[in-house]
């Protein structure tokens, strides 16, 4: 994609030190959200569920981007909205900074909700057209009293919209008169308003042109490296995610079947699924790719996935033993770049 191609590589990425990165702040053990088939009086749901999120379980590290890859309808918005508690989890652990955020009550979740916000994918949808700038920023603020004295407000109103390249003048404007991009980095400086230490990223640049994705981010890399968040992006643009992300994960019918470092997930995938994924990303020369991989047939339903593992049914690689044994998500090489295949077999790019 020719905008996020023209972005600065993100400077934590193969850098980074090893101490900062081996400190967990998330960490997501056999999540799972489904939910249930309810029908009507002559189509009844008969106990039915959607495995929309189907045990998934990562670690996210401290000043760490993840980003989480697929096709539309893999289950990366129902995962980021679960780990928030944006939609209740059916099952699972998600501990931040070591507390069980699904033990807690409303209200104390709703107390820890500051420290964990997030940047919805469209700009258009997710501010409120009759606020104007300045009273969207500082809602937050009369939500969670005390964390920006009220006669902060104006000044740090300012602060986060220079932050985000805004002018302080915008503050008293209205959503309608920004364009995308511009509603995108309102949204941006929303998010950053209560010294979050976790933003999730919901596919931020997806309905923003292609000549404004770069800025978008570009952005959302300086802000990290001032403030030290840390990063869940979610995106259906391997060529997005591979300019921000210090490690990837890859989401297939609700389940993560790759994860690893974007040198590892770009330069040696070892899941067919990733490797089918990378082998259709334009290039500007494509006899050096090498063969490109053709996935046959459509995703299978979240209501009925296959049996063993969820991909056979369009692998090139599936054998008896997919159909009956379903594979787990291990260290099948490096140490650290998991895959969930019984065939896993890197592939250089």
Known sequence: MAGAAGTARHPAQGERAGAVLREPLLEVEHLVKHYP?????????????????????????RGETLGIVGESGCGKSTL????????EPTGGRVRFAGEDLLQLSRREMRARRRHLQI??????????????????IREPWSIFKGVVPRPEWDRRTAELLVQVGLSPDDAHRYP????????????????????????VCDEPVSALDVSIQAQVLNLLAEIQEKLGLSYIFIAHDLSVVRHISDRIAVMYLGKLVEIGTWQEIYET???????????SVPV??????????????????????????????????AAAVCATEEPVLETRGAVGHLTACHFAAPREY
């Open 119 to 136: 940047v919805f994918q469209d700009p258009f949808a997710s501010l409120n057209p009759r606020m104007t700038v300045a009273q969207i």
């Open 80 to 87: 980021s909205r679960a780990i928030l508690r944006l939609t």
């Open 269 to 279: 995938p070892a899941h067919p699924y990733t490797q089918a994924l990378l082998s």
């Open 176 to 199: 309608y008169q920004f364009s995308g991009g511009q509603r995108q980095r309102i949204g941006i400086a929303r998010a950053l308003t209560l010294n979050p230490k976790l933003v």
């Open 284 to 317: 500007i020369e494509p006899e050096a790719r090498g063969e490109r991989i053709i996935l046959k047939g459509e995703v299978p339903s979240p209501l009925a996935p296959p049996s063993g593992c969820r991909f056979r049914t369009r692998c090139r690689k």
């Open 37 to 61: 088939v309810r029908g009507g009086l002559l189509r009844p749901g008969g106990g039915k569920v959607v495995r929309a999120v189907d045990d998934v379980s990562f670690v996210l590290h």
